[in-house]
């Protein structure tokens, strides 16, 4: 079956360390988007990709970082610049106007 | 710009009776209008969709929503909820950038079901 498959499901990071959350989808879109989600504050939009190689900033940008070097893959580092990056992150596609295909999300505590 | 209000963060409910998720949007374009379902350390998964057409929409679990302009909402409603609704609802509207889709969602209203 087609979708998004995010990994880890959890994922624990120390002060001052890097750490990636992979995104893969096989539908064949060809737009991506990362997600913060905070309790009681909705979704919030880090970074978004149109096509490989490029990829646009959100609203909250700052302290992460991303690439897109294949159509399938869109990987979200959240930096050490990032001072607050405990939250639930999701990973989404879409194909035009029919709404996106969500993972089931990655959620990172710093420890 | 485009912006989307859900009223109330929590919705309480017995089991059977009438479920009705508030959504307001505000949008300078015809706007497409998604509800989302999120359950528990889970992503988000597609409940309806209004594009264009009929204005009363038909989405999985039961679940219904009615586009209407004059009074910029577009409401999730359930003639008789079950435990197994128990989740968070997000409302989105779709920004449309030289067709390419953004979605703008709402902070999201937990609906509670108690027996």
């Known amino acids: 079956d087609g979708g998004i498959t995010q990994s880890p499901k959890y994922l624990f990071r120390k002060e001052g360390q890097n750490v990636t959350l992979s995104c893969e989808q096989n539908?064949?879109?060809?737009?991506m988007y990362w997600y913060r989600q905070d309790p009681g504050q909705g979704l919030r939009l880090i970074y978004y990709?149109?096509?490989?190689?490029?990829?646009q900033k959100g609203d909250i940008a700052e302290g992460y970082s991303v690439s897109r070097e294949k159509k399938e893959s869109f990987p979200l580092t959240v930096t050490s610049a990032q001072k607050n990056p405990t939250a639930f992150y999701l990973c989404?596609?879409?194909?035009?106007?029919?709404?996106?295909?969500f993972g089931s999300g990655t959620r990172l505590t710093v420890v | 710009a485009q912006s989307v209000t859900q009223l109330g963060s929590h919705v309480s409910v017995s089991e059977g009776a009438l479920v009705l998720l508030r959504c307001n949007y505000s949008?300078?374009?015809?706007?497409?209008l998604f509800w989302y379902v999120q359950y528990p350390n889970q992503g988000l998964q597609l409940l309806l969709k209004?594009?264009?057409?009929?204005?009363l929409v038909k989405g999985i679990n039961g679940f219904e929503a009615e586009f209407k302009k004059s009074e910029t909402s577009f409401h999730l409603t359930k003639p008789s909820a079950h435990m197994s609704d128990a989740a968070e609802y997000f409302c989105?509207?779709?920004?449309?950038?030289?067709?390419?889709?953004?979605?703008?969602f709402g902070t999201g209203t937990r609906l509670l079901v108690s027996p």
């Open positions: 989404a596609s879409d194909q035009g106007y029919y709404g996106y295909t």
């Open positions: 539908l064949n879109h060809d737009a």
């Open positions: 990709s149109q096509i490989v190689n490029d990829f």
């Open positions: 949008s300078s374009v015809p706007p497409y």
């Open positions: 209004y594009t264009t057409g009929a204005t």
């Open positions: 989105a509207v779709s920004v449309m950038n030289t067709g390419f889709q953004k979605l703008v």
